[in-house]
């Protein structure tokens, strides 16, 4: 009988420490994900595509830099929704390769103004 309760307590620590485990690595996949902020680019294009993180000047002909949108990814199964990343990467529910959503432009064809 002795026996039984001490392996039935080891049963439920092994059970918690499971648990709980899952859950912080489950809170950690959630809190790694950021939200894409905008970048910066010279709007000349004097160093072709490349972009900063913070506004300020060109370094090659002294322009404003220009905000831009960073590019977004998405599940293209839509499995969490409308939810996007700001890398590539895989889809974390269904392990799909998440594309690059594509910008809504306005339409304005058919319009008369």
């Keep these: 009988m002795k026996h039984l309760k001490v392996l039935l307590t080891m049963a439920i620590a092994v059970f918690s420490f499971t648990a709980l485990n899952a859950q ?8 790694s994900v950021t939200v894409a902020d905008s970048v ?3 709007p000349m294009k004097c160093e072709g595509e490349k972009t900063y993180d913070k506004a300020g000047k060109c370094p090659k ?3 404003n830099l220009k905000e831009i949108p960073a590019a977004t990814f998405a599940c293209p199964m839509k499995c969490e929704g409308d939810k996007t990343y700001d890398k590539q990467g895989k889809c974390p529910k ?3 390769n ?3 959503k594509a910008e809504k432009k306005e339409d304005h064809t058919g319009h008369n103004h």
């Design 98 to 100: 998440l594309k690059e």
């Design 94 to 96: 269904c392990g799909m």
């Design 24 to 31: 912080a690595t489950k809170t950690k996949m959630k809190s």
């Design 61 to 63: 002909c002294g322009m």
């Design 40 to 42: 910066y680019q010279c």
